[in-house]
């Protein structure tokens, strides 16, 4: 089936860094879309990016489709920023998306 | 505008019973589907609609398990009987058109406790 991994699984940063993480896709980019789930539980859309580049204020994201990966940039992170972020793909079937483990992202003060 | 609404937020109930969870869909969207996130198995889809219409749930784990949407805004998971291994939270989600071309739009979902 269609595998979907995150890099790294676990990301330790100090308040005002910046954070780069990746997404590999076994399958053609269909319908990519990044997530943040915060330590609530409540998952958030950040993006929704099957190609090209978007930005949303320190937040941003590149989906090379040719080569099947997804980049979440985090600029200037703040404690905020902590919890999971997913990305997920189109798994074949309608509708049907297909969620990578995460990256637990901490954020230190 | 509201987003995603689900009911009750938390469950607690016991092995053998009936458990029902609610979701309303953001207006205007027209497909709905429903998540299950655990540990062990991170999110996994259970069931999909369109238009009211059932379209993929080859998710749901097995006959306990139902759904039904009768009405664009309404939709409701079925766990019958209800078993430890059930628990976990249930997420609905919500999007305009086939596979989401613009995003899914979660609830914040119900955790479900089966002791």
């Known amino acids: 089936g269609i595998q979907v991994e995150q890099s790294p699984p676990d990301l330790i940063l100090q308040e005002g860094a910046n954070s780069t993480l990746r997404c590999n896709f076994s399958?053609?980019?269909?319908?990519l879309q990044w997530f943040h789930q915060n330590p609530w539980g409540q998952l958030i859309n950040l993006f929704y990016?099957?190609?090209g580049t978007k930005q949303n204020g320190r937040l941003s994201a590149t989906t090379v489709a040719t080569e099947r990966y997804s980049l979440l940039y985090i600029s200037s992170s703040q404690t905020t920023d902590s919890g999971v972020y997913f990305c997920?793909?189109?798994?074949?079937?309608?509708?049907?998306?297909?969620f990578g483990k995460g990256t637990k992202l901490s954020v230190k003060p | 505008d509201a987003g995603v609404i689900q009911s009750p937020r938390h469950e607690v109930t016991e092995m053998g019973q009936e458990v029902t969870l609610r979701c309303k869909p953001i207006?205007?969207?027209?497909?709905l589907f429903w998540y299950r996130q655990t540990m062990m198995r991170g999110l996994e889809l259970l069931i999909y609609?369109?238009?009211?219409?059932?379209?993929?749930d080859s998710g749901m784990p097995e006959d306990r398990f139902s759904a039904k949407m009768p009405n664009a805004s309404f939709s409701t998971l079925k766990i019958q009987p209800s078993e430890p291994r059930d628990s976990a939270v249930y997420f609905c989600?919500?999007?305009?058109?086939?596979?989401?071309?613009?995003?899914?739009?979660f609830g914040p979902g119900t955790r479900l406790t089966v002791t």
């Open positions: 989600a919500s999007s305009l058109g086939v596979a989401g071309k613009v995003g899914q739009y």
């Open positions: 399958d053609s980019v269909n319908n």
């Open positions: 990016i099957p190609s």
């Open positions: 997920s793909n189109y798994g074949g079937s309608q509708g049907n998306l297909i």
């Open positions: 207006s205007g969207h027209n497909s």
């Open positions: 609609f369109n238009n009211n219409v059932p379209i993929d």
